[in-house]
């Protein structure tokens, strides 16, 4: 569970301090969005508890790896998917400016 303590540092304006626990451990850190700071140490916080639930292990070192590696895997079929999808449109507006240059040729061609 995660709170907001409040606290403000001199960094900056929107700088505070937000009191997350992530497996029943807290911490305090630094940010301009509290409201983020908290969602992502939510997210952590159930990746870990869902491990230690998965593989019964409760040494928080390794819990924090596994989460990790989990999380990064997310990340890597994200970006992947994100390629793909990239490559897809690329093909796509060639084929479509192919097509569009074919079209232009048949009319100077008839014109």
């Known amino acids: 569970m995660a709170t907001v303590t409040g606290q403000s540092f001199p960094q900056g304006a929107n700088a505070g301090s937000v009191r997350v626990e992530i497996f029943d451990m807290a911490y305090n850190l630094r940010g301009s969005d509290a409201e983020y700071i908290i969602g992502l140490a939510d997210y952590v916080d159930s990746k870990m508890r869902a491990v230690a639930e998965a593989t019964g292990t409760i040494d928080t070192g390794r819990l924090a790896v596994l989460a990790a590696l989990?999380?990064?895997d997310e990340l890597h079929l994200v970006r992947r998917g994100q390629e793909m999808g990239t490559t897809d449109y690329r093909k796509r507006t060639l084929e479509l400016a192919t097509?569009?240059?074919?079209?232009?040729?048949?009319?100077?061609?008839?014109?």
Do not use: S, Y
Request: aromatic share 0%; proline share 0%.
């Open 70 to 72: 989990n999380i990064a």
């Open 99 to 111: 097509a569009l240059d074919e079209v232009l040729l048949d009319e100077r061609k008839a014109g």
